[in-house]
């Protein structure tokens, strides 16, 4: 679980989101970002325990910069409103499929995962998977499990039209027109202050285990 003291910071941070203000609560960042690199630790721990990808992962790799890139952006806010950690073998940042938590008050907050806006080359693999091994695709995200955590996979990044090389009767059309193969739910502000956070969170990881092992097979 994570110190109220944690997410109260974002929460001051999104009203003061200035240099002044940061550089004069410094101390505090640093504190709320210890919590949130120990909280990290103790999933990934738990995520290792199945998935022996992420065993030597060191832990400072997850975290995201909560410095923001305004070089090409009108919103020149320089920091973010919330702590992303991304968790792959090569850890944060990294196009391959992953477990991501996002902390964000407000009711902002959400645990996922999978494949996220892959380049084209990665789509057309995964898509061409998903065609072969459609039966076995289906047997992932259509257990009980996966289900009742996740529901469906987000179909917000979606073509409008049939990719180049498939037929519209194609059973797995709905998939295969996907340009992103993620699934998420969300997490109340509250729960991360409760005990039992941290093995929701490495419980879901362990359902999106075989999906994102489906999607490495299609890309390697």
């Known amino acids: 679980m994570l110190q109220k003291k944690t997410i109260q910071f974002l929460s001051l941070l999104a009203d003061n989101n200035n240099r002044e203000w940061f550089t004069a609560n410094k101390k505090e960042y640093e504190t709320a970002k210890e919590d949130v690199l120990q909280f990290t630790a103790n999933v990934?721990?738990?995520?290792?325990?199945?998935?022996?990808?992420?065993?030597?992962?060191?832990?400072?790799?997850?975290?995201?910069?909560?410095?923001?890139?305004?070089?090409?952006?009108k919103d020149k806010s320089p920091?973010?409103?919330n702590y992303g950690i991304g968790i792959s073998p090569m850890g944060k940042n990294v196009p391959a499929p992953s477990?991501?938590?996002?902390?964000?008050?407000?009711?902002?907050?959400?645990?996922?995962?999978?494949?996220?806006?892959?380049?084209?080359?990665?789509l057309k693999a995964v898509r061409q998977e998903?065609?072969?091994?459609?039966?076995?695709?289906?047997?992932?995200?259509?257990?009980?499990?996966?289900k009742n955590t996740f529901g469906n996979l987000s179909v917000e990044d979606s073509l409008k039209n049939i990719p180049k090389g498939f037929m519209p009767d194609n059973p797995a059309i709905e998939y295969l027109k996907?340009?992103?193969?993620?699934?998420?739910?969300?997490?109340?502000d509250d729960e991360w202050y409760l005990p039992t956070i941290k093995n929701k969170i490495i419980n879901a990881s362990r359902i999106l285990y075989p999906f994102n092992q489906f999607l490495i097979g299609a890309i390697t």
């Open 44 to 73: 990934l721990q738990g995520i290792a325990s199945f998935d022996a990808s992420v065993i030597h992962l060191d832990v400072k790799k997850c975290l995201m910069r909560i410095y923001r890139d305004v070089r090409f952006s």
């Open 79 to 81: 920091y973010k409103l």
């Open 99 to 122: 477990y991501y938590i996002h902390i964000q008050p407000g009711g902002k907050s959400f645990f996922g995962g999978g494949l996220w806006m892959p380049p084209a080359d990665v």
């Open 130 to 146: 998903i065609d072969y091994n459609f039966d076995k695709f289906k047997a992932i995200i259509h257990t009980a499990d996966f």
């Open 178 to 188: 996907l340009k992103s193969f993620i699934v998420s739910f969300d997490i109340a």
